[in-house]
């Protein structure tokens, strides 16, 4: 990876010493807060998420990563040193019981939801 670092800080914009690798269009530094608000909020809201941040995508890719390969496999994409780390954590398997649980009462909001007109929401309030 250095090799590539190396090359890319070769042809960047601004390959002084004091210059960051992968700048922001202002050439500072990134910020995740601002991508976050900029990027992951508006996704979110369009995916009808309630939640997107790294740690929700990163925990995602391991659950779907389960059943795609091995834990080395996994502990390699999330970048862990140690499969503890990836078994105990990030690849819980979520028994059937409760993953039906979550589904009915996922469903059931759902068709509340759908249900109501927009005067019923102010009798609820």
Not at 49 to 73: C, E, N, S
Request: glycine share 4%; hydrophobic share 40%.
């Amino acid at each position: 990876m250095t090799q590539d670092l190396w090359l890319w800080k070769q042809e960047c914009p601004d390959s002084s010493p004091q210059a960051f690798i992968f700048p922001d269009a202002k050439g500072g530094f990134m910020d995740t807060g601002n991508y976050r608000k900029r990027v992951l909020h508006k996704l979110a809201r369009e995916l009808e998420l309630p939640k997107l941040t790294f740690q929700v995508i990163r925990r995602t890719i391991a659950t779907l990563a389960q059943k795609k390969g091995t834990v080395k496999d996994v502990q390699g994409l999330l970048r862990h040193s140690r499969a503890a780390t990836t078994t105990d954590v990030y690849m819980q398997e979520i028994p059937e019981s409760v993953r039906a649980t979550v589904n009915a009462i996922h469903q059931e909001l759902r068709v509340k939801s759908e249900n109501l007109l927009p005067t019923d929401w102010s009798v609820n309030l």
